[in-house]
């Protein structure tokens, strides 16, 4: 396996993220590299990689560490990339709205401090939280109508999705 605390490339993170499929050691060994907030090199690369396991491998061995993963996406001094936790939270199930999670998203989707991509997750996370709740979906179709027209193209597809959605 190639090392974590050099640059890798896209296809270095996807071979890697195939060669973990149901290596549940190698997957829980990426998720404590991914918290090393000491060498911010190999978290982001682990956070990477971990982005791009198979939805199957992600509900099955980081489901366990749900909480963990929202309390990181939702930190203020995280140390990746906001968008790379929220792919990673996109692909669990979600029977129920995370209150904490719903309440970050909606409140930073228009954060233009946030990035572009960070921002669409949240739209894209809000609106499958708020789906089954029709008051919910008030008050998210409220957030999506206060955002600037003149969004970047992947806020305005993740709104018309979301909008779409719900």
């Not at 090392?3 to 149901?22: E, F, P, T, W």
């Not at 999670?101 to 954060?111: A, G, I, P, R, V």
Request: glycine content about 4%; hydrophobic content about 45%.
């Amino acid at each position: 396996m190639l090392s974590l605390d050099i640059r890798l490339s896209k296809a270095q993170v996807m071979a890697m993220a195939g060669n973990l499929h149901h290596d549940e050691c190698g997957i829980e060994a990426m998720f404590t590299a991914m918290k090393q907030a000491d060498n911010p090199r190999v978290a982001y690369n682990a956070a990477w990689v971990l982005s791009h396991l198979s939805k199957e491998d992600k509900r099955i061995y980081l489901l366990p560490h749900y909480r963990e993963l929202v309390d990181m996406a939702t930190s203020a001094e995280l140390c990746i990339r906001r968008g790379l936790m929220l792919a990673i939270l996109a692909d669990m199930p979600m029977d129920e709205p995370d209150g904490k999670l719903l309440d970050f998203c909606l409140t930073h989707m228009n954060d233009t401090k946030e990035s572009d991509g960070s921002r669409s997750a949240m739209i894209t996370l809000a609106a499958r939280m708020c789906k089954p709740y029709p008051e919910l979906c008030k008050e998210l179709t409220l957030c999506l109508d206060m955002m600037p027209q003149d969004s970047s193209p992947s806020i305005a597809a993740a709104k018309r999705n979301a909008l779409k959605m719900i």
